[in-house]
């Protein structure tokens, strides 16, 4: 598939969007838990720089996006001290689910934007209102439901530095801790065998794309059932 210019742009003012906001409810779930530490490290702020990671903010969706796969990534880590919460476990657990959720708030309210636009108006007009109406519509709102839903579900993957990390070390007995901890060790270089080296090799081993599609391909599909 060839992305022609408004709709990488499109693309593009969807990921940051689902990003920051993925990121800023890190930390403000932390700032509500009791923690500073974000909040004094300005992560808490809307502005996209504030969050940008080298690789997994700019390198990696650029590199799925010349592969033709959904645009998604990562931002640098919020800052959080478990100290400051009363039950560090499960604050932890707190703060890893808020982006995500997060996510999946927005992949929510950008469906229930598109369907509010498709009964609002008649059928022929929905394509004819005009130019940049087109490109809201069937470009724009399906890139922001479908990124939300890309990053709601890479993120819970129990890959460091990714949400999943420390959400599925909550329900992980004490004594298999060190053994999860020691395999943590090799995350990124598992993250970049599978999200660029194995689709490239073997595209017909591209496990990274089977999840995606089973998961937030099969809800995003679920969340545009009205069209």
């Keep these: 598939m060839n992305y022609d210019l408004p709709t990488i742009i499109c693309a593009v003012l969807a990921f940051i969007p689902a990003l920051v906001l993925h990121e800023v409810a890190h930390g403000f779930a932390a700032y509500k838990l009791g923690d500073p530490t974000a909040k004094s ?11 940008v990671d080298p690789f997994g903010t700019v390198i990696l969706p650029l590199c799925l996006l010349a592969m033709n796969m959904p645009m998604f990534g990562y931002a640098k880590p ?70 939300n839903l890309c990053l709601l579900f890479f993120n819970i993957l129990p890959i460091p530095p990714l949400d999943g990390s420390s959400i599925w070390a909550f329900f992980l007995p004490r004594k298999y801790m060190h053994v999860y901890y020691k395999i943590q060790q090799y995350a990124m270089l598992i993250l970049i065998v599978l999200l660029v080296l194995l689709p490239a090799m073997l595209p017909q081993l591209n496990i990274i794309g089977w999840y995606m599609d089973v998961t937030a391909g099969n809800l995003f599909n679920l969340l545009y059932a009205w069209m």
């Design 41 to 51: 490290k300005g992560r808490l702020s809307l502005n996209p720089l504030k969050h």
């Design 78 to 147: 919020v800052p959080y001290n478990p100290a400051y919460f009363e039950d560090p476990r499960k604050g932890d657990l707190v703060v890893g689910l808020a982006g995500p959720l997060a996510n999946l708030a927005q992949a929510v309210a950008g469906a229930a934007v598109a369907a509010a636009l498709y009964f609002a108006l008649p059928a022929g007009q929905l394509l004819v209102t005009s130019t940049l109406f087109y490109y809201v519509f069937l470009v724009f709102l399906p890139f922001y439901v479908m990124t």
